[in-house]
């Protein structure tokens, strides 16, 4: 087990569709990260929780929702995508909150949600 | 604001030979510095990290990487690489808060 658990590990959805990704975490961390990962690009910061209150939002489109309901959880809705959106996506959490995120720097990630879009 | 590059973007090498993972970074501030590594199909997991103690970072796995603040530098090596090293490697660099930045990753791949 790797201690961050991602629910589906695929997901093929058309563009009418919602849809809703899940992480949980089994580490006691206080911080929970989404990242978007597609092919030959950098990995992308989307949201950012820490104790469960969004800490940073880089800009991401509306059609993407997160929701943190407690410290082990955390959803991103998705509803009205568009081809371009199809990646995997990453969760992941650390102990630190982002006081001291650069400190302690360690994040553990879930293994994704690979998302295609028709 | 900071930056990572990760100058090649794939990396061969034959089983039992040395790898070199080079990285390059930019940062306003004294950086922490990370390598992650990403097996096909999984998330990424932490090689080694350096947070201003010493230069040479030992990792998992036979791994370590040196922080060179005269270059700018904190390339990932091994003396002998394994089949089960071939992967995805990211050096990422964090400064305040949560801006930490991923470079584009190197796909290693080991022959036999």
């Known amino acids: 087990e790797t201690g961050v658990t991602q629910t589906p590990r695929h997901l093929v959805m058309g563009m009418t569709n919602k849809k809703s990704l899940k992480c949980e975490q089994h580490l006691g961390h206080n911080a929970m990260y989404w990242y978007k990962q597609s092919a030959k690009k950098p990995l992308e910061l989307m949201f950012v929780?820490?104790?469960?209150?969004?800490?940073e939002n880089n800009s991401v489109p509306s059609r993407f929702s997160p929701e943190c309901p407690n410290s082990s959880h955390l959803f991103l809705h998705l509803h009205t995508l568009q081809p371009e959106d199809s990646a995997l996506y990453l969760c992941?959490?650390?102990?630190?909150?982002?006081?001291?995120?650069?400190?302690?720097?360690?994040?553990?990630f879930g293994e994704g949600s690979r998302l295609t879009v028709l | 604001a900071q930056s990572v590059t990760q100058l090649d973007s794939h990396v061969s090498v034959s089983e039992g030979t040395p790898v070199l993972l080079r990285c390059n970074y930019s940062s306003s501030y004294s950086p922490s510095l990370f390598w992650y590594v990403q097996h096909p199909n999984k998330g990424l997991q932490l090689l080694l990290k350096?947070?201003?103690?010493?230069?040479l970072v030992k990792g998992i796995n036979g791994f370590e990487a040196e922080f060179k603040k005269s270059e700018t530098s904190f390339h990932l090596t091994k003396p002998s690489a394994h089949m089960s090293d071939a992967a995805e490697y990211f050096c990422v660099v964090s400064g305040i808060g949560n801006d930490m930045r991923f470079g584009a990753g190197t796909r290693l791949t080991v022959k036999p």
């Open positions: 350096y947070t201003s103690a010493a230069t």
């Open positions: 992941a959490s650390s102990q630190g909150t982002s006081g001291d995120f650069a400190n302690t720097g360690e994040l553990f």
């Open positions: 929780y820490s104790l469960e209150e969004r800490v």
